[in-house]
């Protein structure tokens, strides 16, 4: 409902409608702190939805439908700046303000947090590790699988088709949040003892590049997001499919608890290894086209559009440095070398390889991921002409 909706008060209601099952599968089946994560990941999204309540109900007010001359929810006819009211609270030519600020750029950071908050971007992110890791396997699927990039997708459709100038004008700051997101997810990823809790910090590393991309306002960035989204959803899924498998076997996720699982369940190391490099951005993986064509807009910017400095661009291959490195550290850690686990000979009979029913959920996941970065045009040729649309429109603006 939230990807079709093109009526703001339909998208807003969806938007609301998916906290509510969430909030029960996480407070019901969730682990042992699951009453805590339910209700911290429900506030979080409410403050977030509540002030984009009031942005709607003033844009709403501010703009006309052409054709029947009345208010409306229309989003394609909020993008046009003739739709307007003369004098209207969004109106651009009315310079319109709210407690002192220009009333367009309040109503852009109030959107902005309220996706920024699903995205999760660092410091709104606190509620994701905690869902994740309190989560039972298949919310954690659908947290990381779909509920993530709403956030990402609001921000293009909304935040940029709305309030296009703003968007341009803070671009810089969009972009350092978006480096900051990076940097502190996968250095907190680096930290972590529980496995799903890193694979959680990894998600807001990867999410990162969505913001990046988005701010570099150029083709190739907005493209790079879109596909990182599109990415990061199969192999997330992946990554906490693979940690459920442990999980479900030992009721136990310490990284520092399993040594030599290589020997011990080799067909699920080397599901793994597939959903491991391909996350740190290996060739032939979809991560790498995403995190290439993001860092490449980035790049791009300086010259271009003058939006984003040069710096960003670094510290987004630094995140991936970053990325390599606690992937890469905990497969050592966890994979190779002699056979060791906590729970002794009880555990290494309950290690088992993964079963049919898991591979068939694994393999078209890692086939996914596999067939998106050898043929990337299956997702950019759907999205090329609207990438292309946006970004003229942002130019125009």
């Not at 930290?191 to 799903?196: E, I, N, S, T």
């Not at 399993?258 to 699920?268: A, C, K, V």
């Amino acid at each position: 409902g939230v990807f079709c909706a093109l009526d703001f008060f339909l998208f807003y209601l969806f938007y609301e409608l998916m906290l509510l099952p969430l909030y029960f599968l996480i407070g019901m089946w969730g682990g042992v702190r699951r009453e805590y994560a339910a209700i911290k990941f429900f506030l979080y999204t409410l403050f977030g939805s509540v002030f984009m309540l009031l942005v709607m109900v003033g844009l709403y007010l501010s703009v006309n439908d052409p054709a029947t001359g009345s208010h409306t929810f229309n989003i394609i006819q909020m993008m046009n700046p003739a739709n307007y009211t003369q004098g209207s609270v969004f109106s651009v030519a009315a310079h319109q303000t709210i407690l002192g600020m220009p009333a367009r750029t309040v109503g852009f950071v109030v959107l902005f947090i309220a996706f920024a908050i699903k995205v999760p971007v660092v410091p709104l992110h606190t509620w994701l590790p905690d869902a994740h890791v309190e989560a039972p396997t298949p919310v954690s699927i659908i947290l990381a699988g779909v509920l993530l990039k709403i956030g990402g997708y609001g921000i293009i459709r909304i935040c940029l088709g709305i309030f296009p100038e703003i968007a341009s004008s803070g671009a810089f700051w969009l972009g350092l949040i978006g480096v900051v997101s990076i940097l502190y997810g996968a250095c907190n990823a680096l930290a972590q003892r529980d496995l799903k809790r890193m694979i959680a910090y990894s998600s807001v590393s990867h999410m990162g590049f969505v913001l990046l991309g988005i701010a570099s306002q150029t083709a190739e960035g907005v493209s790079g997001a879109v596909m990182q989204m599109v990415s990061h959803g199969f192999l997330s899924s992946m990554l906490f499919f693979l940690v459920g498998v442990v999980y479900n076997r030992v009721h136990d996720r310490d990284i520092y608890h399993f040594r030599g699982l290589g020997t011990q369940m080799p067909q699920y190391t080397a599901f793994v290894m597939v959903a491991f490099f391909a996350s740190l951005g290996l060739p032939g993986f979809s991560a790498f086209v995403a995190e290439a064509f993001t860092l490449a807009g980035t790049f791009k910017s300086p010259t271009v559009n003058g939006l984003l400095p040069y710096w960003m661009a670094v510290c987004g291959s630094v995140g991936i440095l970053l990325g390599a490195a606690y992937f890469l550290w905990t497969l050592q850690r966890m994979f190779f070398g002699k056979v060791s686990l906590k729970g002794g000979e009880v555990w290494k009979i309950a290690l088992t390889d993964v079963s049919i029913r898991e591979k068939l959920a694994l393999i078209p996941m890692a086939a996914a991921a596999l067939a998106l970065g050898l043929m990337p045009s299956l997702v950019f040729g759907k999205i090329n002409d609207s990438v292309l649309a946006l970004i003229q429109f942002l130019q125009a603006k």
